[in-house]
């Protein structure tokens, strides 16, 4: 079912941790919020579980009211799924009985209850893990058992706080999958809370950015990499650097950049005017070029694939990322030319 925030205000003292907030997410979509510690992405979360009352505004599942003036709905009554970091999985139950316990709670028999819940356990390929206790298993393991549990307790919502982030990297690269393809076999709207923006880009249909209790942008991940809302955005999602420039000319889907004198480029742009302005330089946006402009090289690290290499262009104060496939040295002049940027929505 869909997810309608409206206006959502939480405060703790004069601080608000969500701030007069709104979005609406649609009926099956993996909608994530990410954002730096402290933002308000996990009390956001709890106002849409009922875990916390709101001081003002509105949530809908669906076209039914569960948090507004006057009225707050508990959350066992919400029918929503919640997958915390540490899963809360009963410690002194077996997997079959922590999954089975919200199907027993509607009043069917343990054994009826224990029936479904192996197939809810298939559907996390966890067959025969049944008997044995939380503690007996990985955390990817543990992770799944919650996401069961969500599905045995026939949840169309399910809530994800950073369910990825006590897990070692390499598991989670795996369970990156596992979340998608239960996402897939579910069918269930997902909102998933993280600060790690390689899981977002990596899972999400849509990603709002959040900052200090406000959404900045709600976006595709793509369109969040390419086309970012602003400076904010553009710096905390993927690598580049924002620049100070010039618009000269302005044409359909592009403009005309002076970055320097003597310096052009062209850039894409949504709705731009003339003058000073703010561009967005991705790796990909330099070029080595016989013809470029000299940069010194500052830093080189590996990233697997290819080399990491930070530079800096005369009279350039903001150091730019480029992407080479072989080492550069340290202090090396470079020829660097820019082939394309993006400028920053203005005012």
């Known amino acids: 079912m869909s997810i309608t925030l409206s206006n ?3 405060r703790y003292g004069v601080a608000r941790a969500v701030d007069d907030l709104s979005a609406n997410i649609p009926t099956g979509c993996f909608f994530t919020v990410l954002g730096p510690s402290g933002c308000g992405k996990s009390t956001l979360l709890r106002t849409i579980a009922g875990l916390e009352p ?10 039914r009211p569960v948090a507004g003036p006057g009225l707050h709905v508990p959350p066992e009554d919400r029918g929503v799924g919640v997958v915390f970091q540490s899963y809360a999985l009963w410690p002194h139950m077996d997997v079959l009985d922590n999954i089975a316990f919200p199907i027993a709670a509607t009043g069917l028999g343990r054994s009826a209850a224990r029936a479904a819940a192996a197939q809810h356990l298939h559907s996390v390929a966890l067959d025969g893990f049944g008997d044995r206790r939380p503690a007996d298993l990985s955390g990817g ?3 799944r058992v919650a996401l069961a549990r969500c599905l045995a307790a026939g949840a169309r919502t399910v809530l994800m706080d950073e369910p990825l982030a006590n897990l070692d990297p390499h598991l989670r690269a795996a369970m990156e999958e596992e979340m998608a393809a239960f996402h897939a076999r579910a069918g269930a709207t997902t909102l998933f809370i993280t600060h790690d923006q ?3 880009m990596a899972l999400s249909d849509l990603v709002a950015v959040m900052r200090a209790g406000r959404f900045e942008q709600i976006a595709t991940p793509a369109d969040l990499h390419d086309r970012p809302a602003n400076a904010f955005v553009a710096g905390f ?9 010039t618009v000269t000319a302005v044409a359909p889907g592009q403009a005309m950049v002076r970055v320097l004198p003597g310096l052009d ?3 894409r742009v949504s709705i731009a005017r003339l003058g000073p302005a703010q561009i967005l330089l991705r790796p990909g946006d330099l070029r080595l070029a016989p013809d470029g402009v000299p940069a010194r090289v500052l830093t080189c690290a590996y990233r697997g694939d290819h080399w990491e290499v930070c530079v800096r262009l ?9 992407s080479l496939p072989q080492r550069a040295r340290t202090d090396e002049m470079l020829s660097v030319a820019l082939v394309g940027g993006w400028v920053l929505p203005q005012g």
């Open 8 to 10: 959502l205000t939480r």
């Open 54 to 63: 709101l001081d003002a505004g509105t949530i809908r599942l669906g076209d």
């Open 141 to 143: 393991q543990r992770q």
């Open 198 to 200: 390689r899981e977002a």
């Open 237 to 245: 999602i993927g690598r580049g650097a924002v620049v100070p420039g």
């Open 265 to 267: 480029l062209t850039a």
């Open 314 to 322: 005369n009279m350039l104060d903001e150091a730019l990322v480029m």
